[in-house]
């Protein structure tokens, strides 16, 4: 960006347009209090700022009811980083975070945020006092939007109230932080693991089967473009099929589509069809 100085309002909105619609999509449509949503978001971009790149516009893509689902582990993820956790968790919990897992590199759960308390403190706070207070804050963007030169354009922020789930602590030093939240760093692209780690088996209620296009409608719609190719049952002539496989673009997508459960039900023009982890033959072996 030319010049030395800080980003303005107005470079800050220009960069964050989509995230501050889907900050009025979470806010006017799905009913969220908007300071808490500040801080989901201040996490997301945190997230973004380590390596998980794009995942605002991947949770925006899904539908009202999965969004939800990811706020509320985000929220989770918050109320850790202000200290509520279990004493008796002594292990990682993926589990905890289904969606959020789908969208990282490695798997994580609440107890990633006691190791990394610090780390996730300063970046979150970061996010939080540079950029969400900013970009969501409809009079500094209205001030903006009249005059780029006004001083509330270039003002150096802090947070004028924080939620009571998570105090920024005294410690956190914007002016200090390595985080810009200006930058999408590069992220490699994830290995493209075997069919076989990236599917999901699928059974239909006798008589009352599915076509391929229906099922892959069906997850890319709610999931987003998420379905590489699904599979059928050949079965005898005169014989519906029982059961078929969906193989994801991603082996993430499978514990979204699960909910973290083991098995999953789900009704597609009318038919039922049930979903599990596939499970090749010769892992059993």
């Not at 897992?101 to 798997?107: C, D, G, I």
């Not at 939080?128 to 209205?142: P, W, Y």
């Not at 270039?154 to 920024?168: D, M, V």
């Not at 998420?226 to 082996?251: H, L, N």
Request: aromatic share 12%.
């Amino acid at each position: 960006m030319a010049g030395g100085g800080p980003p303005s309002a107005v470079d800050l909105l220009l960069f964050h347009r989509q995230e501050r619609d889907f900050f009025n999509r979470l806010v006017n449509r799905l009913g969220q209090n908007p300071v808490p949503t500040q801080w989901v978001m201040a996490l997301w971009l945190w997230f973004e700022s380590i390596g998980h790149h794009d995942f605002i516009r991947h949770v925006s893509s899904y539908s009202d009811d999965v969004v939800l689902r990811f706020v509320f582990e985000a929220n989770s993820c918050i109320r850790r980083l202000a200290g509520h956790s279990s004493a008796n968790v002594h292990v990682e919990a993926p589990e905890e975070l289904p969606l959020t897992n789908t969208l990282v590199a490695e798997p994580i759960g609440l107890r990633f945020f006691d190791y990394h308390r610090n780390l996730a403190l300063d970046g979150v706070v970061y996010f939080f006092k540079n950029v969400a207070e900013i970009i969501f804050d409809d009079n500094i963007m209205a001030i903006a939007a009249r005059d780029p030169s006004h001083p509330a354009s270039r003002a150096s922020w802090s947070p004028s109230a924080s939620p009571s789930q998570l105090p920024p602590p005294a410690r956190a030093s914007p002016s200090s932080s390595y985080l810009n939240p200006m930058a999408r760093p590069w992220f490699p692209a994830s290995l493209h693991r075997p069919d076989e780690q990236r599917s999901m088996f699928i059974t239909f209620s006798r008589g009352y089967p599915l076509t391929r296009e229906e099922i892959k409608e069906f997850f890319n719609s709610r999931y987003g473009n998420c379905v590489e190719t699904v599979m059928i049952e050949r079965a005898p002539a005169g014989s519906p099929p029982m059961y078929g496989r969906v193989v994801f673009t991603s082996s993430r997508m499978i514990a979204a589509v699960l909910n973290g459960q083991r098995t999953a039900k789900f009704v597609i023009n009318g038919r039922h069809l049930w979903a599990r982890l596939y499970v090749p033959r010769h892992a059993s072996n």
